[in-house]
Nanobody, 114 residues
Framework: QVQLVESGGGLVQAGGSLRLSCRAS????????LAWYRQAPGKQREYIAL???????SAVDSVKGRFTISRDSAENTVYLQMNDLKPEDTAVYYC????????WGQGTQVTVSS
């Protein structure tokens, strides 16, 4: 059974940084495309960044240049380094395989104060 566990969230002031982790069991992350998503209060979950099997990455414009997705195959973990955080980045952050998602984890809360 595939399980995705996100961690690393917290409360940070605007301009601060956090590194989120997504540890997987029951699946090899290196053999899949992985994405980070976020869901802000009252909004739908949105895609924000992707890493391919080959290690190529992409991100949406709102986080490009501030957020970096990476993968540690030995640890079967995907990371999201978030710098220069803004209040509008406040959300619950999730990871999942793409395009065919596995069961969603509980996510990790990121709160950015102004």
């Amino acid at each position: 059974q595939v399980q995705l566990v996100e961690s690393g969230g917290g409360l940070v002031q605007a301009g601060g940084s956090l590194r989120l982790s997504c540890r997987a069991s029951g699946i090899s992350l290196s053999g899949n495309y992985l994405a980070w998503y976020r869901q802000a209060p009252g909004k739908q979950r949105e895609y924000i960044a992707l890493i391919t099997r080959d290690g190529n990455t992409s991100a949406v414009d709102s986080v490009k240049g501030r957020f970096t997705i990476s993968r540690d195959s030995a640890e079967n973990t995907v990371y999201l380094q978030m710098n220069d955080l803004k209040p509008e980045d406040t959300a619950v952050y999730y990871c999942n395989t793409i395009p065919r998602p596995n069961p969603w984890g509980q996510g990790t809360q990121v709160t950015v104060s102004s």
